[in-house]
């Protein structure tokens, strides 16, 4: 049983294209993550939501748009995608709460061409 | 804005030596997490540090939070070729479950 998938797992897409990212988690975490991995490998977090509320919404253009129709589940989609958005997108759930870490999904490589 | 520095950010030995990895900030955090990544995967939550001057032992790795709690560092005794991967800490504070993560360590260990 995988805990957070994501899907699809390779995106390969042309510019100015809308794309959408699908993430599901069956653990019960209260909170859900989207998180940008660049070619440096560094993450860096983009949403944050807990029970399908935004509380997280860090520097991100207004072309990405994250929606949570319910706790278990959290979507991406970007609008007009451009080259620069080019990265490993990943999903994590969490219990909210310090000593508790993250689940991550195992990420979707986007390229825009 | 609080950031993390980790180094060493690549490191290559050959099995059975070992190593150490630093993650250092100006800022104090709640608790440090260390997750490992291999390619084409998500990052494997490794271990929580909480207290300040915590030690956790996870088989041959050693995890230590700094008694300020603004750095850690991982130690690997005898490291095997299947330690090989991406090592990454992250920091949380506050109260919204968000992590600051380091640059990342890549670890080579040779056969």
């Known amino acids: 049983d995988t805990a957070v998938s994501q899907t699809p797992k390779y995106l390969v897409t042309q510019m100015g294209n809308d794309k959408s990212i699908k993430c599901e988690q069956n653990?019960?975490?209260?909170?859900m993550y989207w998180y940008k991995q660049d070619s440096k490998k560094f993450l860096k977090i983009m949403f944050s939501y807990n029970n399908k509320e935004l509380i997280i919404n860090e520097t991100v253009p207004n072309r990405f748009s994250p929606k949570s129709p319910d706790k278990a589940h959290l979507n991406l989609h970007i609008n007009s995608l451009e080259l620069g958005d080019s990265a490993v997108y990943f999903c994590?759930?969490?219990?909210?709460?310090?000593?508790?870490?993250?689940?991550f999904g195992s990420g979707t490589r986007l390229t825009v061409v | 804005t609080q950031l993390l520095e980790q180094s060493p950010q690549f490191l290559s030995i050959q099995e059975g030596e070992n190593l150490t990895v630093y993650c250092n900030s100006s800022s104090v955090f709640s608790s440090l997490q260390w997750y490992r990544q291999e390619p084409g995967e998500g990052p494997v939550l490794l271990v929580t540090v909480v207290t300040g001057g915590e030690v956790k032992k996870l088989k041959r790795l050693t995890f230590q939070f700094g008694d300020a709690r603004k750095d850690s560092s991982l130690h690997i005794t005898a490291a095997q070729p299947g330690d090989t991967g991406l090592y990454l800490c992250?920091?949380?504070?506050?109260?919204?479950?968000?992590?600051?993560f380091g640059q990342g360590t890549t670890l080579q260990v040779k056969p």
């Open positions: 992250a920091g949380a504070s506050g109260n919204t479950g968000k992590l600051i």
């Open positions: 994590a759930s969490s219990i909210p709460g310090r000593s508790y870490g993250y689940t």
């Open positions: 653990l019960g975490h209260d909170t």
